[in-house]
C-alpha cells in the first residue's frame, strides 16, 4: 500500500465512509490487504482509527444537517434506523466522546507495609511467630 493510496484511504473514512466500501475501489487495496498493513504498522493502525473517530463526528454533521429538511413519514423510518446505527457506532468508535458509561483509570497502591519502630522489635515479632505456629489448637482457651 502506498503512501498515495493511505492519504486516499484516511480521507474517505475521515468523511464518514465505510471501509468496506472503500476498498471495494479498484485503485486501493482490499479490505484484508488493508487490515494486514495495519496489524504490520502500528503507525497506520493509529492513523485508520483516527479517521474513524473523525468520520463519525463527519456522520453526525450529516444527520445535523439532513434533520433540517422535512421528510416524509416513510423517509422518517428509515433515517430513525440509520441514525440509531451512526449514534451506536459513535458510542463504540469514540466511546470517550459518545460512549454511555465514563471510562475512568483508577490507579491503586496496592502495596502493604509492615513495620517496627525499632530493629530489635523484631527479634520479638520473630519470637510470636515461632510461638504462633508450634501452639496446638486445642490448648488454645475458648
Keep these: 500500500m502506498d503512501t498515495k493510496q493511505t492519504n486516499e484511504i484516511i480521507k474517505r473514512l475521515e468523511l464518514?465512509?465505510?471501509?468496506s466500501?472503500?476498498?471495494?475501489?479498484?485503485?486501493?487495496?482490499?479490505?484484508?490487504?488493508?487490515y494486514k498493513h495495519c496489524r504490520d504498522s502500528k503507525d497506520l493502525h493509529d492513523k485508520i482509527m483516527?479517521?474513524?473517530?473523525?468520520?463519525?463526528?463527519?456522520?453526525l454533521d450529516k444527520i445535523a444537517e439532513d434533520?433540517?429538511?422535512?421528510?416524509?413519514?416513510?423517509?422518517?423510518?428509515?433515517?430513525?434506523?440509520?441514525?440509531?446505527h451512526i449514534r451506536?457506532?459513535?458510542?463504540?468508535?469514540?466511546?470517550?466522546?459518545f460512549g454511555d458509561k465514563i471510562q475512568q483509570d483508577v490507579k491503586q497502591d496496592t502495596r502493604i507495609t509492615v513495620s517496627w519502630g525499632n530493629p530489635n522489635d523484631m527479634?520479638?515479632?520473630?519470637?510470636?511467630?515461632?510461638?504462633?505456629?508450634?501452639?496446638?489448637?486445642?490448648?488454645?482457651?475458648?
Design 50 to 59: 483516527q479517521a474513524r473517530q473523525t468520520g463519525v463526528w463527519t456522520l
Design 88 to 97: 451506536w457506532l459513535a458510542s463504540k468508535l469514540a466511546a470517550k466522546t
Design 21 to 34: 466500501k472503500i476498498t471495494k475501489d479498484k485503485k486501493l487495496p482490499d479490505v484484508s490487504t488493508v
Design 123 to 142: 527479634v520479638e515479632a520473630k519470637k510470636i511467630v515461632e510461638e504462633v505456629q508450634t501452639t496446638s489448637v486445642p490448648s488454645l482457651p475458648g
Design 67 to 84: 434533520m433540517e429538511v422535512p421528510k416524509t413519514p416513510q423517509e422518517t423510518h428509515f433515517l430513525r434506523e440509520k441514525y440509531s
Design 16 to 19: 464518514g465512509e465505510p471501509l
